[in-house]
């Protein structure tokens, strides 16, 4: 019997894909629970609703609130928490080296601790995340070759893969991140969402 | 020394305030917190963010995926859940009529329970709670006259009260429902977050 497996859709913008990433892997182990790591884009299925930039920076009193919940969450997390400037982040380049890592000829076993690095190094240390510079710093973190990788993002097979996907993500009813499906076509969203998602992959649902 | 309260924000429109409502009582007693229920109105509240109905509404995919969230929430709750039409449902009688019950010279201890009852009715029967009849209903089974608290609910100093009740909430950054305001101001938002509120509010709070 293969384990069963769900879906971890992300963007480097999202600030409770933080907390999520900083904690999928165990929640999922400890339930039996493999997880596939799926960047997407969330600035096309945003602009399908009208929105050209973050509905936090859109809806002032819904920003001030998710910083403030952001810091309640980190804090019971343990996870640091530093606000990055700009807000949100270009997240794109992040994106395409991510998916070198976890999908296509040259994935490796580094993708999941490259997600990390970015999200700590922009949540956690307000790093520009956009910066070439800084993404390559953070390959280095997890032993890769920056100048390798980021070609391999750059090439326009990635880059088609990264548009696939995001398209994929809006057909299956994507809406925002972190989101998470199971193989069964289950939608949950958000990072309060993360372990009754696992528990339906896990096949504990009940009767619904 | 007195005890804790919190204040619990809520919207007959909204969903997810029909899952807070009927489990509140039981987890603020459970920890040692008394409860305020207000009722306001999140009409103009969305209005001043340019939106004229329910985000679930403008938002198709959002508003999909709450129906279907709701489906698995009501069924992890036990509670019954039927769609009204139409949705969102014209809350301002059956707020009115709250707000006698629970502030004001004729509060008195039946309103939770017709809360309860109007969330229900709403969203466990799938009745039209715009309709004053079907409010006048609800209130005989709150052991009310209806009669006489409609006529109440109507008074132009009753009306006025709901409205100042709604711009307190704006002014004090509420821009949903269900939402929960602690004694130091403390904001948190959505079903989710009640019960990490009520131990805020109870001083179980860490040092943030």
């Known amino acids: 019997m293969t384990r069963p497996s769900i879906d971890f859709w992300f963007e480097f913008a999202s600030t409770y894909s933080y907390l999520t990433a900083m904690r999928i892997d165990v929640h999922a182990a400890a339930i039996g629970v493999d997880v596939r790591w799926r960047p997407f884009l969330l600035g096309p299925i945003f602009a399908g609703q009208g929105w050209s930039t973050s509905p936090f920076n859109i809806y002032p009193a819904k920003g001030r609130y ?7 969450q980190c804090r019971r997390a343990g996870l640091p928490l530093a606000r990055p400037d700009p807000f949100p982040q270009n997240g794109l380049l992040a994106a395409r080296v991510a998916l070198v890592g976890l999908a296509g000829e040259f994935a490796g076993d580094w993708g999941p601790a490259f997600v990390r690095r970015v999200y700590k190094a922009e949540f956690g240390e307000g790093r520009n995340i956009g910066e070439e510079s800084v993404v390559a710093e953070l390959l280095l973190d997890v032993y890769q070759d ?12 990635n880059k088609a893969l990264l548009k696939s996907e995001t398209e994929e993500a809006m057909a299956r009813g994507i809406f925002g991140a972190p989101s998470f499906l199971t193989e069964d076509g ?6 309060d969402r993360l372990d009754e998602a696992l528990e339906w992959a896990a096949g504990e649902r009940g009767a619904l």
């Open 66 to 72: 998710m910083w403030r919940d952001m810091e309640r």
């Open 146 to 157: 920056p100048e390798i990788v980021i070609e391999r993002a750059l090439a326009p097979q």
């Open 186 to 191: 289950e939608l949950f969203w958000g990072n």
